[in-house]
């Protein structure tokens, strides 16, 4: 007979969780390291007593077969803030480990969406467990129930669907074991990684089954490095060898793959200059004599001028965003052909490539050693090396503007990034902030780099630092840049940060508005209509009047941090060797130029335009938008 212990499914999902392992090159670690959550109705007796009893039996040094093993729990001030804590932490260990969150029902799972999708849309695994309405039906319409007249078979949790790449509900206790099984199967394949959404009907998390005692032996899941396929191999070293021109394109695939050395080897000895995307920045050192800095839309003038007479593109671990290729016109070159190595072969395929689908650690041996005795003319590594020594000058600048009467971000950005060291870590994600940071930041290490840009989301930073602060430890400092704008949409987690006893920097960028979406706006023909903080008007009936007489810096201390306002850039820099030697998470406040001035750009992005307008603001803008649009081609 089939040895069994009797335990309720939550119990059982706890005690699952807490045997997961994972390995690659040889070394093993826990697979879920904690769980994030809020209570409510949903999860409080179901999933929070499983968690409580997990606590109570570690402390108490339980054994026997109905123990179910460690997994700490934390409190989190809000849903979304929570899977964007986990997402962080799983991106710092480079797709390796992974964090739980649990929700109730309703308004607390659908909170947690807008992670959910963050986490899916960077390709970064994270585990998800809202609660659902009863599966028995009897009590129902419980509160926080959506009801549909149609089906009785649809919860509002059906909303994870298309932003998860694996979901399932657990109606009966005994599915929750194909269902874990493949949830840990998803986790930890690059390939297709994402968001994993398991539904716990609340009735179900309470009930009691016998579960048999091999579901919850040490497992262990081996996260694979796929080799080039050897005629796949051949036909992009053909392409590459024909290149005369080639760049490139360093993702977020190659960080996750740990293949920076790879990459720094390859480049080396072809010297084929390389661009970064957010998700690949640091991937290669920027001083590195092939680096060229990030390329698009928000690119370095380097990486935008050798793109656009690039014959050859080499996408590593890249998803080819819009702001990559700067909206289908950065890569100019009429004949330009695409050799892309990436674990998904739909990332692969992209602009009719020569696909290499494979982990970009083992590509890159391969490439390199395929490639031996071959490089570019010493002419056009010259030619990198120079436009790149320009753009650096062009840092130079942006770093220390001396801008009054308010600095300008970029000399904010320049202060943290001569302060911080290479295995601290910057982090942000919207507003005018990313494509500054694409531009300037001088990454030495692909881990001080933390800009989430392909869902680019207000309010990651805050419960972002948290996260890498779990995964990097006391040693490093974690750097989170938040706007204004984002500070109001997310500013909570400061409560859950300051409550687990951990030391973020936090660096709060006043200027009363949309730097970014104002910028925008202005320029496709909108004069920053509703970008700007201000007081409604009643001459004017706009939202053009007085400052709103808020202090977000007040509202920081309030969540208990300590915060330093700086009036000035030598006082920013002071105040950061104040947050360093602190042991308290500390915000610095600064107010910065709402006008910039911004690094220079040199590239699109395609934004549309109103085609017929009674505003001549907007016709100027929609003429101009037709002329970019010129340049703009699918690459086949
Ligand atoms: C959740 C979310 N809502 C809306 C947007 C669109 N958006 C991008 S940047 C931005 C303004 C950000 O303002 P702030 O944080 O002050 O940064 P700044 O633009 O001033 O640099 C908005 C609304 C977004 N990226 N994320
Ligand atoms: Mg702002």
Redesign the pocket.
């Known amino acids: 007979m089939t040895a069994t212990v009797r335990l309720t499914t939550a119990q059982a999902l706890v005690k699952f969780l807490a045997a997961q392992h994972v390995e690659r090159d040889g070394t093993e670690e826990r697979l879920v390291t904690g769980m994030f959550g809020i209570f409510g109705h949903g999860n409080v007796a179901g999933v929070g007593q499983a968690l409580l009893q997990a606590q109570v039996q570690s402390e108490e040094g339980a054994t026997g077969d109905d123990v179910l093993g460690e997994l700490p729990y934390y409190l989190a001030r809000n849903e979304q803030g929570a899977v964007h804590a986990a997402t962080a932490f799983s991106r710092t260990r480079n797709r390796r480990q992974v964090m739980a969150v649990t929700t109730s029902i309703g308004p607390g799972a659908t909170n947690m969406v807008?992670g959910a999708a963050l986490a899916t849309t960077n390709r970064i695994p994270v585990l998800l467990f809202p609660s659902d309405q009863f599966a028995n039906r009897v009590p129902d319409p419980v509160l926080q129930q959506l009801e549909d007249p149609g089906t009785l078979d649809v919860s509002v949790n059906d909303v994870f669907r298309p932003v998860s790449r694996f979901f399932d509900r657990i109606n009966r206790p005994e599915q929750l074991i194909p269902s874990l099984m493949n949830a840990m199967r998803v986790l930890t394949d690059p390939a297709d990684t994402g968001a994993v959404t398991v539904c716990l009907p609340q009735d179900v998390q309470a009930e009691a089954h016998d579960w048999p005692l091999a579901f919850f032996r040490r497992r262990v899941w081996h996260i694979g490095r796929p080799v080039p396929e050897p005629a796949a191999l051949e036909r992009a070293l053909a392409v590459i060898r024909s290149a005369k021109r080639p760049l490139v394109v360093a993702g977020g695939g190659v960080v996750y793959s740990e293949a920076s050395e790879e990459l720094r080897a390859f480049a080396s000895a072809t010297g084929i200059p390389v661009s970064d995307t957010h998700a690949g920045k640091g991937a290669i050192n920027w001083d590195h004599p092939s680096a060229v800095g990030g390329v698009g839309s928000t690119g370095s003038s380097a990486a935008n001028a050798l793109a656009r007479e690039a014959d050859v593109v080499i996408g590593i671990g890249t998803r080819y965003s819009d702001f990559t290729t700067a909206s289908h016109t950065v890569f100019a070159d009429e004949d330009v052909r695409f050799v892309n190595v990436n674990v998904l072969g739909f990332d692969a395929a992209k602009h009719g490539a020569a696909m290499l689908v494979a982990d970009a650690r083992e590509a890159l041996r391969a490439l390199t050693e395929g490639l031996a005795g071959w490089e570019v003319d010493s002419a056009y590594r010259q030619e990198a090396v120079d436009l790149d020594a320009a753009w650096q000058q062009v840092v130079d600048e942006c770093y220390h503007r001396d801008h009054t009467p308010l600095p300008a971000?970029t000399e904010v950005f320049g202060a943290l990034n001569e302060l911080m060291g290479p295995q601290d870590v910057v982090i942000n994600a919207?507003?005018?902030?990313p494509g500054d940071l694409q531009c300037l930041w001088r990454a030495s290490t692909p881990e001080q780099y933390h800009v989430e840009y392909a869902f680019?989301?207000?309010?990651y930073e805050i419960p972002a630092s948290l996260g890498v602060k779990m995964a990097v430890g006391d040693e490093h400092e974690v750097v989170a840049i938040?706007?204004?704008?984002?500070?109001q949409?997310l500013p909570m987690e400061i409560a859950t940060i300051v409550s687990e006893g951990v030391k973020v920097i936090i660096v709060l960028?006043q200027?009363h508005?949309?730097?970014?979406?104002?910028a925008l706006s202005e320029s496709r023909g909108s004069q920053r209509f509703g970008t700007k903080y201000r007081m409604r008007q009643s001459s004017t009936g706009r939202l053009d009047g007085a400052e709103v007489p808020f202090d977000l810096a007040a509202n920081a201390a309030s969540w208990g941090a300590d915060v330093l306002r700086c009036g000035s850039m030598a006082e920013f820099r002071e105040n950061y060797g104040k947050a360093a030697a602190s042991d308290r998470t500390t915000v610095l406040y600064i107010e910065t130029d709402?006008m910039g001035p911004n690094p220079p750009g040199s590239a699109w992005w395609d934004v549309p335009v109103s085609e017929v307008s009674a505003l001549e603001s907007t016709q100027k803008a929609f003429e101009e938008h037709l002329a970019n649009k010129q340049g703009q081609r699918p690459y086949l």
Do not use: E, R
């Not at 508005?513 to 104002?518: C, L, N």
């Open positions: 807008t971000q919207a507003g005018s902030m680019s989301c207000m309010g938040v706007g204004d704008g984002t500070y949409m960028l200027n508005g949309f730097a970014s979406i104002g709402l």
